[in-house]
């Protein structure tokens, strides 16, 4: 086997599809951070590469029964009518433990549903951000939370020493304090916890996988998802969030004197921050002309994502007003629909959003021009 070979088979392995760690800083800004010339900086990225590495090595792989079940349960919907639910609260339950800075999981219960705030702010921030998250999908695509069943809310806060991630797990969110120098803690951006929980619901209808286009698309849905319960909770119409920082994913998460807006743009992918600690200059492209192809990161997920993006962006913009009511309602159709396979490619569901604007608004509406020009505005031709 070549060197190349090798190398790649290895990262493979290190990051396998099957088994995804769904973190929110992706590998190619801790590892520019492993670089950098202050011992702080490097020290924590190295930490939090190695933890994220040995965590995911120890997790059973995921399975598509979830995916499977779910899909079931909607095509019982759709002949019996939504009594089915009947019996389901449609009240979130929220459980947030604190790992102490140790790296296991769980943790001890600091608070629980209907339980009064807690002294310590990260707690409250993640109970909050989980209810604005399970209060958007309820409220705006009748969701009853990730899996459409109740699920409980569970999230984990102050795990490991200055740990520089957020991550779905599978069946909670963990949450990392940052080290104070690049990073501030993860629970003080609500579109972060609406993109990590996203994850979750994914996981219960499409499944796609994690790995080159299919994984970028994951990592799309999620950024979208998660955009948009920041500008719900913020009361924002597109043209409102086109104004400030509204379409920029982990606002306030970088920490003072890092040059930079957020971890990704979705209205200008590639400009989100530009700084030595974290590597330089943001590396999403914005345009498939401009496609990473790479080994890294399951073959780019997290830099190539910024392709359907901008097309989400660029369709929300035409359409106007608050993005879930069109754009994002055609985007969640989509995802929840039978049609989306776990091997995607980004042509293949840009045809699938068209297919979903057209069954809903209208073939000749215009909901079905402004998605279709959103794709051509990437080089996505359909």
């Known amino acids: 086997m070549s060197q190349d070979r090798h190398r790649h088979s290895h990262q493979r392995r290190i990051c396998d599809h099957r088994n995804p ?24 990225a190295v930490r939090t590469l190695s933890l994220s590495s040995s965590f995911r090595q120890q997790r059973q792989a995921l399975t598509p029964v979830s995916t499977f079940r779910n899909r079931r349960l909607r095509l019982l919907r759709q002949i019996f009518g939504s009594p089915l639910l009947a019996a389901v609260a449609t009240e979130p339950n929220r459980t947030i433990y604190d790992a102490g800075g140790l790296r296991q999981l769980p943790g001890k219960v600091v608070r629980r549903e209907d339980e009064p705030e807690s002294a310590d702010i990260w707690v409250n921030e993640a109970y909050d951000g989980l209810g604005d998250t399970f209060d958007f999908y309820l409220n705006e695509f009748n969701r009853l939370s990730l899996d459409d069943r109740g699920m409980k809310l569970d999230a984990t806060v102050h795990f490991g020493q200055n740990y520089n991630n957020a991550f779905w797990e599978g069946t909670r969110m963990v949450f990392g304090d940052g080290d104070g120098v690049v990073f501030n803690a993860f ?8 993109h990590e929980l996203t994850h979750g619901v994914t996981q219960f209808e499409s499944g796609l996988v994690y790995w080159d286009q299919a994984g970028a698309l994951n990592e799309h849905l999620s950024d979208v998802f998660g955009v948009m319960v920041r500008q719900y909770v913020g009361g ?3 043209e409102e969030a086109d104004q400030g920082d509204g379409w920029i994913i982990g606002v306030g998460l970088l920490a003072d004197g890092i040059n930079g807006e957020g971890i990704r743009s979705m209205k200008n992918p590639g400009t989100a921050y530009d700084d030595p600690r974290l590597g330089g200059k943001d590396p ?14 399951n073959r780019g997920v997290h830099i190539n994502s910024g392709i359907p993006n901008r097309a989400f962006y660029l369709t929300a913009m035409e359409l106007g007003g608050f993005a879930w009511d069109i754009a994002g309602d055609i985007w969640y159709q989509t995802m929840t629909s039978n049609m989306v396979r776990r091997w995607e490619t980004f042509q293949s569901f840009a045809q699938k959003t068209v297919v979903a604007a057209g069954a809903f608004y209208g073939l000749g509406g215009p909901e079905v021009q402004a998605v279709r020009r959103g794709w051509a505005g990437v080089g996505v031709t359909l």
């Open 236 to 238: 924002m119409s597109v």
């Open 284 to 297: 999403q492209p914005g345009h498939m002309k401009d496609y990473v192809d790479t080994f890294s990161d």
């Open 21 to 44: 760690l769904h973190c929110i800083v992706p590998p190619h800004m801790l590892e520019g951070m492993s670089r950098s010339d202050d011992p702080n900086v490097r020290e924590s």
């Open 187 to 194: 629970t003080g951006s609500v579109d972060i916890i609406g």
